[in-house]
C-alpha cells in the first residue's frame, strides 16, 4: 500500500508529532508499504526527497527565521508530488497531521481531496 504523511514538522525537528509520524511510517515502511513524508520542515535537503529509514521524505522549505514549517505555494508543491506523475503520486491514502496551528498540513489535506484521494 502507498501511504502518505503529510506533517508541517518532521525529523530531524523534533517534538510530539515529530515523533510520533516518524515511528508510525517506519514501522509501516517495515511492514512492507511504500511509505511517503511529505513535510515543510528541512532536513539534509531543503527542497527534494531523502530517504530515512525506509521512508521517503519530500522537503518543501522557504528559509525563514527558525526554519518555521511556512511554505508560500504549499498547495502547488504538494499537488506536485501527490498529482499524477508526481513523486508520491498514486497514494491509496494520505494521513494529515495536523495541529492547533499547521499552516502547512492543513492546506495539504484540502489539496488531497480535491485530487479525490482518500484523507484522514
Known amino acids: 500500500m502507498r501511504i502518505v504523511h503529510v506533517s508541517d514538522c518532521y525529523a530531524p525537528r ?34 527534494g526527497t531523502e530517504v530515512l529509514d525506509g521512508v521517503k ?18 498547495r502547488s508543491v504538494v499537488r506536485s508530488l501527490l498529482g499524477q506523475g508526481g513523486a508520491a503520486s498514486g497514494a491509496e491514502v494520505v494521513h494529515v497531521h495536523g495541529g492547533v496551528v499547521s499552516p502547512f498540513a492543513y492546506p495539504a489535506a484540502k489539496v488531497a481531496r480535491e485530487l479525490h484521494l482518500p484523507t484522514i
Open 14 to 47: 523534533l517534538g510530539g508529532i515529530e515523533t510520533q509520524v516518524r515511528a508510525l511510517a517506519v514501522r509501516q515502511a517495515q511492514a512492507g508499504h511504500d511509505v511517503h513524508v511529505i513535510t515543510a520542515t528541512p532536513g539534509a535537503v531543503r527542497d
Open 57 to 74: 521524505v519530500h522537503r518543501a522549505t522557504v528559509r525563514l527565521p527558525a526554519d518555521l514549517p511556512v511554505h508560500p505555494r504549499v
